[in-house]
């Protein structure tokens, strides 16, 4: 059950780009049609000319009008991947908050320059909504640690599940150019291309160290005419500054048996599964569940915006979870560890 606010003192004026009502409505289909928020204005920049059906707000073809509507508070950021960082710079230099769906930009690089855009604002807010941070099994273990006076985490394992790629879709292609190729090559990086960032956000988040190197393997496709149950996948090595690591696999298949999490910690051994986390001390053994209700991303993004609340996805989560993703990759296709 996801609670909403039961009132609001007074709603956020929204706008858009790089949306079509009715058409392509991108972020504004997620909006709460609610008295938090009050859809005033959108501009189609970056889209082609002459698509404009429907005008249910302001309709603005110039981006850098609607930046100037005093009505605008916040940017939802939606059209070509390629213009989200410039489209984002622009509204929060505007002083307008500002939502991106994910991917947040085309790499991270692209993302920090949004987030120091961001924090430079005194108090805007650039933020996505990365529905997996409400994953019950997260939520519980966080509560864990949060409750208990364990220590540091030391070592991480985490094991996801995702559902095989249909067949027909097409893979993920990265440009890499080897040692001696003249020519960059298109390589299928598989699972941890589609999505890496969900997971490696994850890892961190518990993790809560920073990381020195990363390591990726990928688990390639089974070959036709393999047993049924083959998995493909990808494992990731993290190693930590402060001697600890953290290890995330990531497969078609659950492995049977194994808890979604096992973190390590110098008093304690904690391990998740099903929404509740076990903590198992020397001289206890104490379960944690996931909260029943937990604050949306919109109520969360409301009062970010009216009270400074803290955000659930801030930019600069996004932007490591981007850099450690990058950099999977990266040791992926070089096939060595790849320092941060």
């Not at 609001?8 to 392509?24: E, N, S, T």
């Not at 000319?49 to 950021?77: F, H, I, K, S």
């Not at 299928?188 to 956000?201: I, K, T």
């Not at 099903?274 to 109520?299: C, K, L, M, R």
């Amino acid at each position: 059950m996801t609670p909403s606010n039961s009132h609001y003192d007074r709603p956020i004026g929204v706008g858009a780009v790089g949306v079509l009502p009715g058409i392509q409505d991108g972020l504004l289909a997620e909006l709460p049609q609610d008295a938090g928020f009050r859809f005033v204005a959108f501009s189609d920049e970056g889209l082609p000319e002459g698509l404009v059906t429907a005008r249910p707000v302001t309709y603005c073809p110039d981006y850098n009008v609607m930046l100037q509507n005093p009505e605008v508070e916040l940017v939802l950021v939606d059209g070509p991947l390629d213009l989200r960082r410039d489209m984002a710079v622009r509204a929060l230099n505007a002083g307008r908050h500002v939502v991106i769906p994910l991917p947040f930009s085309e790499t991270a690089l692209g993302a920090e320059r949004i987030m120091k855009t961001a924090l430079a604002g005194r108090g805007l807010v650039a933020t996505a909504d990365c529905r997996w941070r409400d994953d019950p099994d997260l939520l519980a273990l966080r509560a864990a640690l949060a409750a208990e006076d364990v220590g540091p985490v030391q070592g991480l394992f985490f094991f996801g599940a995702v559902p095989p790629r249909p067949p027909a879709e097409e893979p993920l292609l990265v440009e890499f150019l080897p040692e001696d190729e003249a020519e960059p090559e298109e390589v299928d990086v598989g699972m941890l291309g589609e999505c890496g960032v969900e997971f490696l956000d994850q890892v961190h988040l518990i993790a809560g160290d920073y990381v020195k190197n990363v390591n990726a393997h990928r688990i390639a496709p089974a070959a036709p005419g393999a047993p049924s149950g083959s998995a493909e996948g990808f494992m990731v090595y993290l190693a930590l500054r402060r001697g600890g690591w953290a290890v995330a696999q990531v497969t078609t298949h659950r492995p049977a048996g194994l808890p979604r999490w096992a973190v390590y910690t110098p008093h304690a051994t904690i391990t998740a599964r099903d929404g509740s986390a076990v903590v198992i001390t020397a001289n206890s053994e104490t379960t944690y569940t996931a909260p029943s209700q937990v604050q949306s991303f919109w109520d969360n993004l409301y009062a970010a915006v009216r009270n400074g609340a803290e955000l659930k996805s801030s930019p600069v989560d996004i932007v490591r979870a981007m850099k450690l993703h990058e950099a999977a990759i990266e040791s992926l296709l070089l096939g060595e560890p790849v320092t941060i």
